[in-house]
């Protein structure tokens, strides 16, 4: 079946402009995940949502970073206020949901703030 | 999450085993072991992962030691397209636990 897609691919702005970037979880995974990575580095976890609950906001870098996830699904991750620091790949991750359930990965956006 | 530690590089020559340590010992008794990959330019890829036994995939086979204090993936014939980042990670079987990633090893599998 179909993986995690994220739209666009790549995204190049300007510093100070918002930005969108969009991921289309595995069909019927309840949990998405988004991770960013910054050129050499690890991942770094940004936000978690699973089914209806509140999101685990934790790993938000600042107050310009938001997400949400429309009926359950489809997610929208966005930027305000783009700095050069934002530069990065950002990661969609979807799981089942069940307890332990490895995260599928999408192929990331890659963001590049000008 | 308990913290791992990988060798940062290693070089395979194709067609052999690759294997790629991991110690974890600190791991405590709910957490799992989980190996990732990363090819350049491509979101993390699911190897495998387990809790005490040995585990064997399509993919790959994980041997944890009895201790439970390190771990070792084998790639049983490395092919090129096998050059990647590798990543172990240590995870409660929680709901929602995000996973930690380390630097990893970058695996060389040269022809």
């Known amino acids: 079946g179909a993986g995690v897609s994220q739209s666009p691919s790549n995204k190049v702005t300007e510093k100070g402009k918002d930005v969108e970037l969009r991921c289309d979880p595995i069909s019927g995974h309840t949990a998405l995940y988004w991770y960013r990575q910054s050129l050499g580095q690890g991942l770094e976890f940004l936000i978690y949502?699973?089914?209806?609950?509140?999101?685990?906001k934790s790993g938000l870098p600042s107050d310009r970073f938001s997400a949400e996830r429309t009926g359950g699904s489809v997610s929208t991750l966005t930027i305000q206020r783009t700095q050069q620091e934002d530069s990065a790949v950002y990661l969609c991750a979807s799981s089942p949901g069940l307890a332990g359930g490895e995260q599928y990965f999408g192929p990331g956006t890659r963001l590049t703030v000008t | 999450d308990a913290k791992t530690t990988q060798p940062t590089s290693m070089d395979c020559a194709e067609g052999r085993a690759a294997n790629l340590p991991c110690n974890h010992s600190?791991?405590?008794?709910?957490?799992?072991v989980y190996w990732y990959r990363q090819i350049h330019s491509q979101g993390p890829q699911y190897i495998i992962h387990g809790l005490k036994n040995n585990e064997t995939n399509e993919m790959a086979s994980l041997i944890i030691t009895e201790d439970r204090k390190s771990s070792t993936l084998i790639l049983p014939h490395a092919t090129l397209r096998d050059t990647a980042v590798y990543y172990c990670i240590v995870r409660s079987y929680n709901y929602g636990q995000n996973f930690v990633f380390g630097p990893g090893t970058r695996l060389s599998v040269l022809p």
């Open positions: 949502f699973q089914g209806n609950s509140a999101p685990d």
């Open positions: 600190t791991i405590s008794g709910n957490e799992y």
